[in-house]
């Protein structure tokens, strides 16, 4: 009968068991926490076995395993208990050696001990293990064990799809916050806006993924093409805090910047002596207890770094925050460079609209000048005139000699003049837009040159026929090109010389050549004569050094271009303008 009784209790249990681990296998089906699990397991436990005292250890990348086993001397047991993947149950710990009952210590003495892995694979390391505790010998028997054991591994594999479940949560908040973070920063070219984003939302990364609170935080930069350092933004730090570390200031040689910033490396310190020892004093009046330097890195370039009184221990978090950091650091020197681009930009709009009221009140001033210049240098060239015919009685030839030089010099003055109008007016009035024959103004300015080409004892002949060259475009200004051009060739050209202009067509292009037999430019003077004021030295002729920048600003207006060939014997200059459509065939 007993046997019996006993068979029918032993059914009876082994039935309660069954009811409750499907129970509990549902329950399992529907955690979604670590916690949760664990909470299960003892309690399903507590239903069909009686302990005293129940924990469950696990292992984490923050409390490895190994490191565990090394820890505590009680792991005489863990050892056998990781390396065999079996159970380890105590029936009895006061016959046990490997038992040190001080490492534990309880209210009451454990008389039994059941350590059981949770395993989920045999072949893997366990999660962890459970801890079963009596203040009776012999608490738990084989079938128990057994059942234990089962449990124990149906939460194993809870615990793996746990943590899988919460990987992917923390990586679909990773890929959130990163994504949220990009967008920001992409719109945002206010820098310190930008500053201001990215350390509220490292802060509050932290925080959430710490469970800390009042974290003082900075991120201090790199000013550019300098070692000096300035606190850009802070997060629970005063505004004397502030300006007492900007006004030291700080190089990238000092404390923790020289590794954080000078080499781009990621600083911890845990300990609030080894912060004291580290720091640059950048935080003496209230000295953190821990500290964190990340680096704000573009390339191999640091720019910065966001500095924190909390060093981070969950992986994931320092893994988001690395990811997050080198978005800020190419967000902030965007926004830097933006920032600097803007200032430069508002700089030259400032400074053109200064030069356009200079250019202005010069161009007043040219006005003016040559305007009250021009009358009185008439008078000069007309009683220079009239004392050297004898209007005002005789005089010697020294006098007439000296009366010649005035006028040769009002002539240049005039000159002078009449090329800086010109240069104005090529400068700020528009051509006329007129077809005209481009060989009749040849011809004119030709005829007009005559006169002091003989003086000069020199012949001036246009060898080719007649004809029809149209252009459209500014005749006057067109006859200025061919005065300085002949003017020029008069100038440097010796007695008995000849002086040739030929007008005609290439193509879609009038083509003109002046051509004289004077002293020649020297190569290495030639790109310079177009420059405005430039004479070619060692030449004995006097000029404004304007005609020739005047020649060829009014080529270009017409969409021309105008080169020259010296030899030493000679000078040709010749010009291009395009022919007016209206008569091309």
């Known amino acids: 009968m007993l046997t019996r009784a006993a068979l029918l209790e032993s059914e009876q249990r082994q039935r309660h068991f069954a009811e409750s681990q499907l129970a509990f296998s549902y329950r399992l089906l529907q955690t979604t926490t670590v916690d949760a699990a664990v909470e299960a397991l003892l309690a399903t436990i507590a239903e069909n076995t009686p302990y005293d005292a129940g924990s469950v250890t696990l292992w984490t990348a923050e409390k490895p395993l190994r490191a565990e086993i090394v820890a505590a001397h009680r792991f005489a047991l863990l050892t056998p208990l990781v390396e065999e993947r079996q159970p380890i149950y105590l029936p009895d710990v006061r016959q046990e050696a490997r038992w040190l009952p001080d490492t534990q210590p309880d209210a009451q003495e454990v008389r039994s001990v059941l350590l059981v892995p949770l395993l989920d694979d045999p072949q893997s390391e366990p999660f962890g293990y459970l801890s079963l505790k009596s203040y009776r010998p012999n608490a738990f028997s084989q079938p128990v064990v057994n059942n234990i054991v089962l449990l124990c591994n149906q939460t194993a594999a809870a615990l793996r799809t746990v943590r899988l479940l919460e990987e992917t949560r923390r990586r679909l908040s990773e890929v959130s916050v990163l994504a949220e973070m990009s967008a920001h920063l992409n719109r945002s070219y206010d820098l310190p806006e930008t500053l201001r984003f990215v350390l ?89 207890r821990q500290l964190l330097d990340i680096p704000l890195s573009v390339g191999s370039e640091t720019i910065g770094i966001i500095s924190i009184d909390h060093v981070v221990r969950d992986p994931t978090t320092r893994q988001l925050l690395r990811a997050m950091s080198d978005l800020a650091g190419s967000a902030i020197q965007k926004t830097q460079v933006l920032a600097a681009s803007q200032k430069q930009a508002a700089e030259l709009v400032e400074t053109y609209e200064h030069l356009q009221v200079m250019d202005q009140e010069r161009d007043e001033f040219i006005q003016n000048i040559t305007h009250d210049l021009k009358a009185p240098l008439t008078f000069i060239r007309g009683y220079a005139e009239l004392m050297a015919e ?196």
């Not at 090329?419 to 090529?426: E, F, G, H, R």
């Open 200 to 288: 509220d939302r490292v802060v509050s990364v932290i925080s959430q993924g710490e469970k800390v609170s009042d974290i003082r935080a900075a991120i201090i930069l790199r000013r550019p093409a300098s070692n000096l350092l300035y606190l850009a933004v802070g997060h629970n730090l005063s505004n004397e805090e502030i300006e007492r570390f900007n006004n030291r200031p700080y190089t990238v040689h000092e404390g923790t910047f020289a590794r954080s910033i000078g080499k781009g490396e990621w600083v911890e310190i845990r300990d609030e002596a080894g912060v004291s020892q580290a720091i640059a004093e950048q935080f003496s009046q209230v000295a953190p």
């Open 390 to 585: 004898g209007a005002f009685g005789a005089i010697t030839p020294e006098q007439s000699e000296a009366l010649e030089v005035i006028q040769e010099r009002t002539d240049a003055v005039n000159q002078l003049i009449s090329n800086i109008l010109t240069l104005k007016q090529v400068e700020s009035h528009p051509l006329q837009e007129i077809p005209f024959n481009l060989d009749e103004v040849a011809r004119k300015t030709v005829r007009n040159a005559r006169m002091a080409a003989r003086i000069a004892g020199l012949e001036i002949s246009v060898p080719t026929e007649q004809t029809n060259v149209i252009v459209k475009g500014d005749a006057a200004r067109m006859e200025q090109v061919f005065e300085n051009l002949l003017s020029n060739s008069i100038k440097y050209s010796p007695e008995g010389g000849e002086i040739s202009v030929s007008v005609g067509t290439r193509q879609d292009r009038a083509q003109v050549s002046v051509t004289d037999q004077g002293i020649g430019i020297p190569e290495t003077e030639i790109e310079n004569i177009w420059n405005r004021y430039y004479r070619v030295s060692g030449m004995s002729a006097k000029g404004s050094g304007l005609g020739l920048s005047n020649v060829r600003r009014i080529i270009e207006a017409h969409g021309g271009r105008i080169w020259v060939h010296s030899n030493g014997q000679g000078t040709t200059f010749t010009f291009e303008v395009p022919l007016y459509e209206g008569i091309r065939d």
